[in-house]
């Protein structure tokens, strides 16, 4: 299995190209499955989920090719209405294969994905919303069998919690039903936006993605599309904090700096001179920072992905923070590894506490999952001697050339097979 193996010690500096949006190439990749006509998706990144939903696509019967960072989907042949679980349980995204596939075979049966290291992840959410929209649901050995005899009909749909998921597979299937739907208290992330420009490129008529309401008024039939996906805020937030951690700088080409908002507001109150243009982010570590508490949230919030890279950073703060985790209910798993470098936290319910340390010291480190591995590997960055990162096929999932992006800053890293 491979490993990082890191050399900390090093200022990170220099420029990077942010790669496209993981979060938002999967559910446009899904939404090619809601026409018959072939589609362009450029900027795609190059990731195992990424390949994961490719593959998934063509088992469905929609031949789709990924050369570089394009994705082209092709005619369609005739689908198959089946997502079985060694498909679906590569990728909790893959739930995403609903909302088109009932609206256009009216039944689908998908092999419910579980939990992960993250949290128990159920998708009460978008079963409530598909039968508000007239779908029949049953649960039985582990996989979800909807159907509707006459097709989907718009619907009022209220969110309990504003689920990205949720809100993705409801618009996917919504744009074919039969009449208007709305949703209220839908998420708002970026990648809403994105899949709703997308869709409207194909003649859907989505209004107030972004907005907590959106209202989509069902149409009979859609057409192909060529969309370019935006870049990963996730990924930005993580250069952003390398350079901060390492008392280094970087600049961060081809990113939406609007997108990163609540992450920079908290950067720029620590005391990192952040600078940003239309489509660049400078970020320099010019004196010591200030700890900062944080509490994750729904976009626009401080968002739950950036919240172990930013627990990285704290650690080494001089001072005391807490970081509260209001979207998942067990995502602190890197806080055990963290500690195998000397961090200082504790752990209390839904929040940590936290108490900076001088320095953290190279240590033998395990991935629990993709953004936890991302805290480990800038804590590895920035850490006396040798750290030996393992379990990184989780930062493959969501990091677009991670290593070579880190060396190009100057990060004295190897991956290497064992
Ligand atoms: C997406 C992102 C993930 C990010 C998360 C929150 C993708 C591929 N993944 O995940 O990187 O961390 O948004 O920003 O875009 N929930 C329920 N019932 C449901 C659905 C969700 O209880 O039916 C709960 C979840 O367990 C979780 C919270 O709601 O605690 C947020 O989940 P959701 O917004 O749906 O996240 P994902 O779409 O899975």
Same mark, same amino acid.
């Given at each position: 299995?491979?490993?990082?193996?890191?050399?900390?010690?090093?200022?990170?500096?220099?420029?990077?190209?942010?790669?496209?949006?993981?979060?938002?190439?999967?559910?446009?990749?899904?939404?090619?499955?809601?026409?018959?006509?072939?589609?362009?998706?450029?900027?795609?990144?190059?990731?195992?989920?990424?390949?994961?939903?490719?593959?998934?696509?063509?088992?469905?019967?929609?031949?789709?090719?990924?050369?570089?960072?394009?994705?082209?989907?092709?005619?369609?042949?005739?689908?198959?209405?089946?997502?079985?679980?060694?498909?679906?349980?590569?990728?909790?995204?893959?739930?995403?294969?609903?909302?088109?596939?009932?609206?256009?075979?009216?039944?689908?049966?998908?092999?419910?994905?579980?939990?992960?290291?993250?949290?128990?992840?159920?998708?009460?959410?978008?079963?409530?919303?598909?039968?508000?929209?007239?779908?029949?649901?049953?649960?039985?050995?582990?996989?979800?069998?909807?159907?509707?005899?006459?097709?989907?009909?718009?619907?009022?749909?209220?969110?309990?919690?504003?689920?990205?998921?949720?809100?993705?597979?409801?618009?996917?299937?919504?744009?074919?039903?039969?009449?208007?739907?709305?949703?209220?208290?839908?998420?708002?992330?970026?990648?809403?936006?994105?899949?709703?420009?997308?869709?409207?490129?194909?003649?859907?008529?989505?209004?107030?993605?972004?907005?907590?309401?959106?209202? +989509?008024? &069902? $149409?009979? !039939?859609?057409? @192909?599309?060529?969309?370019? #996906?935006?870049?990963? *805020?996730?990924? =930005? /937030?993580?250069?952003?904090?390398?350079?901060?951690?390492?008392?280094?700088?970087?600049?961060?080409?081809?990113?939406?700096?609007?997108?990163?908002?609540?992450?920079?507001?908290?950067?720029?109150?620590?005391?990192?001179?952040?600078?940003?243009?239309?489509?660049?982010?400078?970020?320099?570590?010019?004196?010591?920072?200030?700890?900062?508490?944080?509490?994750?949230?729904?976009?626009?919030?401080?968002?739950?992905?950036?919240?172990?890279?930013?627990?990285?950073?704290?650690?080494?703060?001089?001072?005391?923070?807490?970081?509260?985790?209001?979207?998942?209910?067990?995502?602190?798993?890197?806080?055990?590894?963290?500690?195998?470098?000397?961090?200082?936290?504790?752990?209390?319910?839904?929040?940590?506490? +936290?108490? &900076? $340390?001088? !320095?953290?010291? @190279?240590?033998?480190?395990? #991935?629990?999952?993709? *953004?936890?591995? =991302? /805290?480990?590997?800038?804590?590895?960055?920035?850490?006396?001697?040798?750290?030996?990162?393992?379990?990184?096929?989780?930062?493959?999932?969501?990091?677009?050339?991670?290593?070579?992006?880190?060396?190009?800053?100057?990060?004295?890293?190897?991956?290497?097979?064992?």
């Amino acid at each position: 299995m491979d490993k990082i193996v890191i050399r900390g010690g090093r200022k990170l500096k220099g420029e990077i190209v942010v790669s496209g949006s993981k979060n938002s190439a999967l559910p446009i990749l899904f939404a090619t499955l809601l026409t018959d006509d072939p589609a362009t998706i450029t900027n795609v990144p190059s990731l195992t989920d990424i390949d994961t939903a490719v593959a998934f696509l063509n088992f469905i019967g929609k031949k789709t090719v990924k050369k570089g960072n394009t994705v082209k989907a092709y005619s369609s042949y005739k689908y198959k209405h089946i997502a079985p679980y060694g498909l679906v349980s590569k990728m909790r995204a893959s739930i995403l294969i609903m909302g088109p596939l009932l609206a256009r075979l009216k039944r689908v049966e998908v092999s419910l994905p579980g939990g992960c290291a993250i949290g128990a992840r159920p998708v009460d959410i978008h079963l409530d919303a598909f039968k508000k929209l007239g779908a029949k649901i049953s649960v039985k050995g582990g996989c979800v069998k909807t159907s509707t005899k006459n097709g989907l009909k718009g619907a009022a749909v209220s969110f309990r919690f504003p689920s990205v998921g949720a809100t993705e597979n409801i618009l996917l299937a919504a744009v074919l039903a039969k009449g208007k739907t709305i949703i209220t208290n839908a998420a708002r992330e970026p990648e809403i936006e994105d899949l709703a420009n997308v869709l409207n490129k194909m003649g859907a008529k989505v209004t107030g993605a972004g907005a907590k309401n959106i209202e +989509i008024e &069902g $149409v009979d !039939k859609l057409h @192909g599309f060529t969309h370019e #996906v935006i870049p990963d *805020r996730i990924e =930005a /937030a993580t250069y952003i904090i390398a350079a901060a951690i390492t008392k280094g700088g970087v600049i961060l080409k081809k990113v939406m700096p609007q997108h990163l908002k609540s992450v920079n507001d908290k950067l720029k109150e620590s005391g990192l001179c952040i600078k940003e243009t239309k489509d660049t982010i400078s970020a320099k570590w010019v004196k010591n920072l200030k700890p900062q508490n944080v509490k994750t949230e729904a976009y626009p919030g401080f968002p739950t992905d950036v919240q172990a890279q930013w627990m990285a950073l704290m650690c080494l703060l001089n001072g005391e923070s807490r970081i509260e985790e209001n979207v998942f209910e067990n995502r602190f798993l890197h806080v055990a590894e963290l500690q195998r470098f000397g961090a200082d936290i504790t752990i209390s319910g839904k929040a940590v506490n +936290i108490k &900076g $340390v001088k !320095k953290f010291s @190279g240590a033998p480190v395990m #991935v629990s999952d993709l *953004r936890a591995g =991302a /805290a480990l590997v800038l804590a590895g960055l920035v850490a006396k001697g040798k750290t030996v990162v393992s379990r990184i096929y989780h930062l493959n999932r969501g990091y677009d050339m991670l290593e070579k992006k880190l060396k190009k800053l100057g990060g004295d890293l190897l991956q290497e097979e064992f």
